[in-house]
Nanobody, 121 residues
């Protein structure tokens, strides 16, 4: 099983970007995007059920982020608007068969490589 994340880069504050996470299988119950800034703990950004429903967001991105899923492509997306310098972090996608404790990194057994997002002021 492989997850591949891509789409990061350097963006100006106020800008937008879309991250993609392609999975080699389509059997997971839930997918999530996490991020980790230097010196900080990894935090959940958004979670989505494999049906595309049941989306959840962290308070720090609520209203600015949209997580979505394309089952035909086995891909999960994270679009973020109105980016802020504090959004700068390494973003990673993750997948799990579980349906509980979805905000905890330890819930997820499969991880894609991180992609760096840097927001300049």
């Amino acid at each position: 099983v492989q997850l591949q994340a891509f789409g990061g880069g350097l963006v100006q504050a106020g800008g937008s970007l879309r991250l993609s996470c392609a999975s080699s299988v389509r059997t997971f119950n839930n997918y999530a995007w996490f991020r980790q800034a230097p010196g900080k703990e990894r935090e959940v950004v958004a979670v989505i059920h494999y049906t595309g429903r049941g989306t959840r967001y962290s308070d720090s991105v609520k209203g600015r982020a949209t997580i979505s899923r394309d089952n035909a492509k086995n891909t999960v997306y994270l679009r973020m608007n109105s980016l802020k310098p504090e959004d700068t972090a390494v973003y990673s996608c993750a997948a799990t068969y579980r349906s509980d404790e979805l905000r905890a990194p330890s819930t997820y057994d499969y991880w894609g490589q991180g992609t760096q997002v840097t927001v300049s002021s």
